[in-house]
């Protein structure tokens, strides 16, 4: 099992910054991917940045350029750093594990960053 602790989320206006946290804590495989996915109201759960555990990342269209995503590998956790942000970002954020070798995933329970126009 993976525990999954978030912390960062808020309120802001637009054109400011946020940064959220994740600190995963239980069996994490050495070969991970640690992210985060945002659900807006009404809207379906995206993916917005991960990192796998060799440094490549994937960033959404919409916040390259805007957000960058790093990892502490030695403290299990991984932060999301938002910059610019627009009342489009506006929606719960959550932290996510993958565990490709062992078939398991794990989900934050979420964080909400309300950016304000």
């Known amino acids: 099992q993976v525990q999954l602790v978030e912390s960062g989320g808020g309120l802001v206006q637009a054109g400011g910054s946020l940064r959220l946290s994740c600190a995963a804590s239980?069996?994490?495989?050495?070969?991970?991917?640690m992210g985060w996915y945002r659900q807006a109201p009404g809207k379906q759960r995206e993916l917005a940045a991960d990192m796998i555990s060799d440094g490549r990342t994937t960033y959404q269209d919409s916040v390259k350029g805007r957000f960058t995503i790093s990892r502490d590998t030695a403290k299990n956790t991984v932060y999301l750093q938002m910059n610019n942000l627009k009342p489009e970002d506006t929606a719960v954020y959550y932290c996510?594990?993958?565990?490709?070798?062992?078939?398991?995933?794990?989900w934050g329970k979420g964080t909400l960053v309300t950016v304000s126009s």
């Open positions: 239980g069996n994490m495989f050495s070969f991970n991917v």
């Open positions: 996510n594990v993958r565990l490709p070798s062992a078939f398991r995933e794990y």
